[in-house]
């Protein structure tokens, strides 16, 4: 099954314009055992319609137990609306290099930062919309390079170093956060079972379980069940304290940061606003909440069409 899933036949998507790309963004340890000579990613480019008229660049960043399919039904429709859209497979998951090291969030931004700046050439400034673990390296990006950054779009996660994230990590709720971390285990215990493990999340967490059908959770098992893709996967959980301790860095060496800042969640999910504000407020001299009405965690998936919209009614403002 190819981790694209058929998306044109299965879900009716049209990816008539999508082109997929796979470029070198780092190096692999020296002494790392490695097929490959680099540190590779895949991505989708999507241009507008008419790309001499292109607003701007999104690129939309995926968290776990996902990858870029997770965007499968919103990449045409941003693009509709006049925007060259990116959507990568992060280090570690889809179709993208599964190294042994590398998973700090600022280390993550630093490979789209040249996927986007280097391989694709776009000088101008971009909009970043992360979502869960893509919230995380969102927030990354746009404090190390606010100079490419015209907004930055997260939530769906509790930002490492906040109030929040410390009051949230050892809850019932985000129990795999700690399970993730624990080194070997997690990957020995999911082994064989990975479509049982990430049903479990998509079930638990969705407000409309069913906007992930039997076919896609298919293209996320298989995804998983690749070498090294679930010990990858637990990786990007396992620096998280050290993810903290790097954004309480930034703020104390660079202030808040400038870049606008939108808080997007889902309407059913586990925050609010009061709580959103606590994790983005003392971190940027911009921010703003809003939520997806009807959806849980799986905002993309679970109300697509809306999610366009909060998205395109954020890169839109002035």
Known sequence: MSLSG????????????????????????????????????????????????SKGTILLIHGFPQTSYQFRRVITPLSDAGYHVIVPDYRGAGESSKPWEGYTKDNMARDLYRLVTEHEGIKDKIHVVGHDIGGMIAHAYAVQYPENTASVCWGECPLPGTKVYHEAKNTTMMWHFTFH???????????????????????RLAQNPSAISTHDLDVYATAYAQPGAMRAGMNVYRPLEADGEMNSTWLEAKGKCEVRCLNLWGGKSFSDEATSKTMSEPYYTNARFDTVEGAGHWIAEERPNEFVAKVLKWVQQS
């Open 181 to 203: 971390s624990v080194p070997d285990l997690p990957e020995l215990l999911v082994a064989g079972r990975e479509r049982i493990y990430l049903k479990h999340f998509f079930d």
């Open 6 to 53: 058929g998306l044109a036949g299965a879900n009716k998507i049209d990816d008539s314009r999508w082109t997929h790309h796979r470029v070198q963004v780092d190096d692999f340890p020296k002494h790392s055992p490695a097929p490959e000579a680099g540190i590779m990613l895949h991505y989708i480019s999507c241009p507008p319609p008419e790309p001499s008229a």
